[in-house]
């Protein structure tokens, strides 16, 4: 073959992509990971653009929605392993894993996803029973391993409108702040589920679990990243933990540690944070005896590589027409988002969300059924706003739910 030939023969394998991120206007930074979310909304057969859709980052606060183009970008990740979230209403939702290597240059490479289908999501509904001699009531509440969403455990049930398909793993804990002579908890599972192509858009009811005394021990293992700046995980604040547990990670930021039974909320204080800042929970354990909870990377995230990320544009489409610059939209203030991580709650139940948080759904209504029909919400936390149908903004406002 000649010379001559080679970039002839680039042009034809290039011309047969689908869908490509070649655009002069944009180069992938280190690290960065973009790419096109599509779906098939009106049944044709041909997936569209898909505009409003939550991308979040797994173990992290990071969230934002696609341009009306369908087109994102994700802040810069260092190398390794890192779960990517799509959810748009109760309706669609996405996991996919996505690997950051070093390039030749030693810098951590940019991942061009390409168009990025979105499936219908699938319900899953359960119950769970304490021992006979427990006189708690039922509230505590459920995590799904897999993605890191958690569902509230009321009245000894639970449910998950929105799940991707794939595997998922519940682990389920109550609390009993009133047991005498000190408060217990309750714990139970796995339970383990594979959704498939034939559950979107269907409700699955799990068999019910009964929960047992915690009383065991078991391990909970994550590693410590940072994004948008350098930070020594060895200086980061392990929130959470019992106290007393060393949680001090390894040279590559691995925490893996020994606990009771019974469920925690983890988070990380970088060293710039104030002293006495409450730092937001990035992922909930339900620690099982003898069983590993894996959280797998959690993140401190850097406040201006978000707005870098979500002012990312290849073109003035991507802006809402106003101008893209140098790859960024200039005077573009992108809607909003909750993660697709965030509880959803269901607006006839008070306990739907935690302490500090309220439960918000589009239209304005709250806690109430409307035709007979529960409406879905968001739990926010008191003070923030968010979009979590791509289409109506929600704020927690004082006085609603738990504000």
């Not at 209403?89 to 996991?95: D, G, I, P, R, T």
């Not at 569902?151 to 609390?175: C, D, E, M, T, Y």
């Not at 078991?218 to 929130?239: C, E, M, N, Q």
């Amino acid at each position: 073959m000649t010379d001559r030939a080679l970039p002839f023969l680039a042009a034809l394998l290039l011309a047969g992509c689908s869908y490509s991120f070649s655009n002069p206007a944009e180069d992938l930074r280190a690290g960065q990971v973009a790419g096109r979310v599509l779906a098939d909304r009106l049944a044709s057969g041909t997936p569209s653009a898909f505009g409003g859709v939550s991308v979040s980052l797994k173990g992290s606060t990071f969230s934002q929605v696609t341009h009306d183009t369908g087109r994102f970008t994700l802040l810069p990740l260092p190398p390794g392993r890192h779960t990517l979230l799509f959810r748009s209403s109760a309706v669609w939702a996405l996991e996919r894993d996505v690997d950051i290597g070093f390039g030749r240059d030693g810098q951590p490479e940019g991942v061009a996803l390409g168009d990025v289908v979105l499936r219908y999501s699938a319900a899953v509904a359960g119950t769970a029973t304490l021992p006979p001699a427990a006189t708690s009531a039922i509230e505590g509440v459920v995590v799904d391993e897999g993605t890191g969403q958690t569902a509230v455990l009321s009245g000894g049930a639970f449910r998950f409108p929105a799940l991707n398909l794939g595997v998922h793993a519940f682990k389920i804990a109550v609390r009993d702040p009133f047991a005498l002579p000190q408060p217990v908890q309750f714990v139970g599972g796995p339970i383990l589920l594979t959704l498939g192509d034939a559950d979107q858009q269907l409700e699955k009811l799990l068999a019910p679990l009964p929960l047992h005394l915690a009383a065991g021990q078991g391990r909970i293992r994550f590693r410590i990243a940072s994004v948008g700046l350098p930070v020594d995980p060895a200086a980061v604040t392990v929130t959470g933990l019992p106290v007393g547990t060393p949680a001090a990670p390894d040279s590559n930021g691995d925490v893996d540690v020994t606990v009771p039974e019974g469920v925690y909320g983890i988070g990380l204080v970088p060293p710039a944070t104030a002293t006495g800042a409450s730092p937001p929970v990035l992922a909930t354990a339900v620690v099982l005896d003898g069983l590993l909870a894996d959280l797998g990377t959690l993140y401190v995230v850097l406040d201006s590589a978000v707005v870098a990320a979500q002012a990312s544009c290849v073109s003035d489409q991507d802006c809402a027409g106003t101008p893209c610059t140098t790859g960024l939209c200039s005077s573009w203030n992108p809607p909003p988002a909750a993660p697709a991580d965030t509880p959803w709650c269901d607006t006839g139940t008070a306990t739907a969300c935690s302490v500090g948080q309220a439960c918000q759904v589009p239209g304005g209504f709250t806690g109430a059924c409307l035709g007979g029909v529960v409406r879905l919400g968001t739990c926010l936390q008191c003070g923030t706003c968010c979009t979590p149908d791509g289409i109506s903004t929600l704020c927690a406002v004082p006085g609603a739910g738990g504000c």
